[in-house]
């Protein structure tokens, strides 16, 4: 799977971590695709390939104690969207061959509806309210 990591750090660790990252190398287990330092400083972002744990755990470790590390699991956009779109495709067959799912559906609708119009009578009141206070104070 690939991630992205954003690492950052205190700029009083800049030198501690230039140090480090000069001698650091990835563990087996890791494929680094790209690297970025972000220009303002004190951050960079990594995207990498792993079905590892304990490689990811082995990568982090020497940065630890000094740094912050925000990993998400990512997609190239192309391929998130096609697979996507082959869940939606999936799910709106089940949906469509399911036709109690459509009765719930439209239960869930008229229960919302009931509370949208709930809602409205109560703005209504409160509008009402509202203009009778103001007549009365002017």
Not at 26 to 33: A, D, F, L, Q, S
Request: charged share 30%; with cysteine.
């Amino acid at each position: 799977m690939i991630f992205m990591d954003i690492v950052s750090w205190e700029p009083e660790d800049n030198a501690r971590v230039g140090e480090i990252f000069s001698t650091y190398e990835y563990p087996e287990g890791m494929k680094v695709i790209d690297e970025w330092m972000d220009l303002s400083g004190c951050r960079s972002f990594i995207i990498y390939e792993t079905d590892d744990p304990e490689a990811y755990i082995a990568s982090i470790q020497p940065f630890m104690d000094i740094c912050w590390f925000e990993t998400f699991p990512v997609l190239r956009s192309g391929e998130y969207m096609q697979k996507f779109q082959a869940l939606a495709e999936k799910l709106g067959e089940r949906r469509a061959s399911a036709p109690e799912y459509e009765e719930v559906l439209e239960e869930e609708n008229e229960e919302l509806m009931e509370q949208i119009e709930g809602l409205e009578k109560r703005v209504q009141r409160l509008e009402h309210h509202s203009f009778i206070q103001q007549e009365d104070t002017t």
